[in-house]
């Protein structure tokens, strides 16, 4: 990044607030009030954290959040569906509270979603839906792929799919990784990957607080840093497969959900991907939304999900 680029780089969005939490709307608070269950899984000697909400034996969803994110991204969402279903959201390894490994794997992601899932008990009512926002988004398609017939549908939120030409053959930078004093200059550094304005700051605040553990700096001294593995992407084995051959392998009914004014699954993308998975594939866009759809327009996803994971989709 050159000096003149970064002289255009809007500031980071909870620097405003200098550490204090924005106002929050009442909607949200009696959200966070809804109470929740906390446990762990073991897949592959990796422990995997999630938390689930609703009563056990209620027709299950669970909730895979995006890159370098965590469970309670979902913090705004989940709470409103959980009446007449079980919901549980996890980390993902290398995410989260979640333990790090040496690589990570596609094929091992699915696995944490359906042993996670499977413990918290969204599999307790029959078969469930996954939902995955972003690179989450992804992970629910190989889950889709590999457990399918285990599951009641599926869902992508944002997940830009290219064609093969265009697809990505690298890793996306390292992030993370530095130790700060405080943990209220920690949380001033926060941004959004990719970025882009959020209006609800108090979205943003919350999932930045439960991004943040203690760690000791270079001097010795106690400090703050992100949660995820910030060699994440280096230690990534992905072998991306053509998009045709995934709409082929899917082993379930799948819904796209986009960002009426996302960057990343603009119109060209959003017509290929109607074209790749066909007209079995039911494709919502959620207006006044960008790429961070599940923050942009919470409540909006919520009745989205709450219609799509009824007894009428899905068989």
């Given at each position: ?259 009426g004014d996302s960057v990343l ?49 899905g068989g």
């Open positions: 990044m050159n000096e003149k680029t970064a002289l255009k780089r809007p500031p980071a969005p909870l620097k405003a607030f200098a550490g204090e939490k924005p106002p929050a709307p009442a909607w949200f608070e009696k959200a966070l009030a809804v109470p929740c269950d906390r446990g762990t899984s073991t897949v592959q000697d990796a422990t995997i954290h999630w938390k689930a909400w609703g009563k056990r034996g209620k027709p299950g969803l669970i909730l895979v959040h995006g890159g370098v994110a965590h469970k309670d991204w979902w913090d705004g969402i989940a709470p409103f569906l959980c009446e007449t279903r079980r919901v549980v959201a996890l980390d993902l390894s290398g995410m989260g509270d979640s333990d790090h490994r040496d690589v990570y794997k596609m094929e091992c992601f699915a696995e944490e979603v359906m042993t996670a899932g499977r413990d918290g008990g969204a599999f307790d009512g029959g078969a469930p839906f996954v939902v995955g926002h972003s690179f989450g988004g992804f992970v629910t398609l190989n889950t889709a792929m590999q457990y399918g017939e285990q599951l009641r549908g599926a869902a992508i939120i944002d997940s830009p799919i290219r064609p093969p030409e265009e697809q990505r053959n690298s890793s996306p930078p390292s992030r993370g990784g530095n130790v700060y004093a405080s943990f209220e200059e920690a949380l001033q550094r926060f941004r959004l990957l990719p970025e882009q304005p959020c209006e609800n700051a108090f979205l943003l605040d919350h999932i930045a607080r439960q991004s943040l553990k203690t760690a000791q700096r270079p001097d010795g001294t106690p400090g703050w840093t992100w949660k995820f593995d910030p060699n994440l992407w280096k230690k990534m084995s992905y072998t991306r497969k053509p998009p045709a051959e995934v709409a082929a392998s899917l082993k379930t009914r799948i819904a796209i959900f986009r960002g699954v603009n119109d060209e993308i959003w017509a290929y991907m109607a074209s790749v998975f066909g007209p079995s594939a039911s494709m919502i866009s959620i207006p006044a939304a960008q790429h961070h759809v599940i923050l942009d327009q919470p409540i909006a996803m919520a009745a989205a999900l709450e219609t799509l994971t009824g007894p009428g989709w």
